[in-house]
């Protein structure tokens, strides 16, 4: 509607990718229902996770930003953190400690939370949104990659943490329409790769060239500030100022 965004909430799935669409249709239908906007996407090559979020948080290639492969080093490289704190916007990244995403982005003008997993992450970044007092926050889970490495892609076990990452969204997406109505604002639901299953351990993997690891979508929501809220929020600060 022409308005600018001013809050942005980002949630990172690791390896929820278009691989499990035909298994668990639910879920993607679950993750429309609050970012209806679904644009499919291709992985960076190749599919890991430091590469990928790397690459989706700078805009750039693996030859620019340098990670070619599973490393977590301190990315050199200007990114859409580095752009936010220039402008003077604060943002926020929540995940699990010693992540990628926890680890590649330090040294920067912005707040860290390193959690124990992911409920902690999904509490801490709750508590975020409905401070209000971040621009940009930022939520990682990780148990669905960690699962299915073990199990396979498909596994009950697999499935559950999938699952998890859903409900977790769900209920990030009630904070963002309810804590942030007063603000133009925008939901992301952002995977990094998919995954295949590995006949030669039984488990999961990602890191090839493969549709399985490569085809994901990512899901947008952008809502304009609610009349009413914004209003309330303007009488409230002119009761302040009087």
């Known amino acids: 509607g022409g308005q600018a965004v001013h809050r942005c909430l980002v949630f990172a799935p690791d ?8 298994v668990v249709p639910d879920l993607f239908a679950s993750v429309a229902a609050a970012a209806p906007l679904a644009v499919p996407l291709r992985s960076i090559d190749p599919p890991w ?9 700078s805009g ?12 977590k080093p301190v990315l050199s490289i200007d990114t859409v953190f580095d752009a936010f704190a220039r402008a003077g916007r604060r943002v926020a990244i929540v995940a699990v400690h010693d992540s990628s995403i926890d680890r590649i982005f330090r040294g920067r003008a912005l707040d860290y939370f390193s959690e124990k997993y992911d409920p902690w992450v999904t509490e801490k970044a709750l508590t975020l949104v409905a401070a209000d007092r971040h621009d940009l926050v930022v939520a990682y889970h990780q148990e669905y990659d960690d699962v299915m490495h073990a199990t396979g892609p498909f596994a009950p076990l697999a499935l559950r943490g999938a699952r998890n990452h859903v409900e977790a969204f769900e209920d990030l997406a ?21 995954a295949h299953p590995d006949p030669a351990t039984g488990g999961g ?18 809502r304009p500030a609610l009349a009413a809220a914004a209003a309330a929020t303007s009488r409230n600060a002119d009761r302040g100022n009087a």
């Not at 993997?205 to 952008?222: I, K, N, R, S, Y």
């Open 15 to 22: 390896a929820f990718g278009s691989q499990l669409r035909a």
């Open 174 to 194: 009630a904070a963002f329409n309810a804590a942030w109505a007063r603000h133009p604002r925008a939901l992301v639901f952002a995977p990094d790769h998919g």
């Open 205 to 222: 993997a990602h890191g090839t060239d493969a549709d399985a690891d490569m085809d994901l979508a990512h899901f947008w929501a952008v």
């Open 49 to 57: 996770t430091p590469v990928c979020f790397a690459s989706m948080f």
């Open 60 to 71: 750039a290639g693996p030859d620019r930003h340098g990670i070619r492969k599973y490393e």
